[in-house]
């Protein structure tokens, strides 16, 4: 079992469901498992159960990155960051999201689906897996914003 074997975690509220369906079937269809943790349909539903959802997948290994979408990406992304551990990125571009990774080691990826368009979530999603964390000066501070932290393998 590689690391990329471990799921990629989806969550959304309604605002979020229709751009989470083509994250969850572009990941589907590049080979990467998903586990899609809601919500399914339009109607209006409450983005921090979404977001505790995902982020608890993701703090007991059950996801190895996790994704949330929500209307602007920022109520899901306070929420998902209320959890110890978890380092949520809300991001607009692929210079954003490639920069979350190499500094910051986000391990979940916050979308507005209000704000973005599925062409820019879908680059952004893509660079935000395929980059790894730079290490060097940003370990001391990614460790003063997770003490526990320690390199993902
Ligand atoms: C839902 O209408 C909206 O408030 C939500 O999706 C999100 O944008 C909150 O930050």
């Known amino acids: 079992m590689t690391p990329q074997d471990i799921p990629v975690a989806l969550g959304s509220d309604h605002a979020g469901v229709a751009l989470k369906a083509t994250l969850c079937e572009a990941l589907d269809q590049a080979g990467h498992p998903t586990l899609d943790m809601g919500t399914h349909?339009?109607?209006?539903?409450?983005y921090p159960d979404f977001a505790n959802a995902v982020a608890a997948a993701v703090l007991d290994g059950r996801a190895r990155f996790g994704v949330l979408v929500c209307g602007t990406g920022i109520g899901i992304s306070i929420a998902?960051?209320?959890?110890?551990g978890i380092r949520c990125a809300l991001v607009h571009d692929v210079t954003g999201a490639?920069?979350?990774?190499?500094?910051n080691d986000?391990?979940?990826?916050?979308?507005?689906?209000?704000v973005i368009g599925p062409e820019v979530a879908l680059d952004a999603l893509r660079a935000f897996l395929?980059?790894?964390f730079a290490?060097?000066?940003h370990e001391r501070r990614v460790r003063k914003l997770t003490p526990e932290w320690s390199p993902r393998p």
């Open 41 to 46: 349909g339009p109607e209006s539903v409450d």
């Open 80 to 84: 998902a960051n209320r959890h110890p």
């Open 106 to 114: 986000a391990n979940i990826l916050a979308l507005g689906a209000r």
């Open 130 to 132: 395929a980059t790894p």
């Open 135 to 137: 290490g060097g000066r």
């Open 98 to 103: 490639r920069l979350s990774r190499e500094h």
